[in-house]
């Protein structure tokens, strides 16, 4: 996508992250992935954080495109490994949420090419929502991380 596409995609389909989005969780089994996460190693820019977070391609493990993978069950995310991050967004974090049908429509109708399209933008920079569990997360902006417990 270009970036005026991606400013009109910010401008018309995002908003602010909804209260009940504000803690999400991801689980992994990988200890230095989680502490890389936890001590924020990449996040000091869009640009860092893009370079290393968002460089798998849509398809295979990456169903939902580039970016760290989170979920709002607490349970789902302990089913990924033992290392369970929490994530809390600023109430000002921007937000898309691809999950509600008349969003994802719109989506498609101006932008073409279906909700893979944007799924598959590494330049995206949000907290995507996905299925009514999962996001996906592509920006360092507003949020902080820690390990649970």
């Known amino acids: 996508m270009t970036d005026e596409e991606i400013n009109n995609l910010r401008n018309l389909f995002m908003t602010i992250v909804p209260v009940q989005f504000q803690t999400l969780y991801s689980g992994t089994n990988n200890e230095d992935f989680a ?3 936890i001590q924020k190693y990449g996040w000091h820019s869009e640009q860092a954080f893009r370079a290393l977070y968002c460089q798998q391609a849509l398809g295979g493990t990456a169903v939902y495109g580039p970016g760290i993978y989170l979920t709002n069950k607490l349970s789902e995310a302990q089913s990924y490994g033992s ?60 949020v902080s991380v820690s390990l649970r417990g």
């Open 35 to 37: 502490v890389q996460i």
């Open 83 to 142: 290392n369970i991050m929490e994530f809390q967004f600023n109430k000002s974090a921007d937000y898309l949420d691809l999950s509600d049908a008349s969003i994802s429509k719109a989506v498609v109708k101006t932008f073409g090419g279906g909700k893979q399209k944007i799924l598959a933008e590494p330049k995206v920079n949000a907290l995507i929502r996905v299925t009514s569990d999962y996001f996906v997360l592509r920006t360092p902006v507003l």
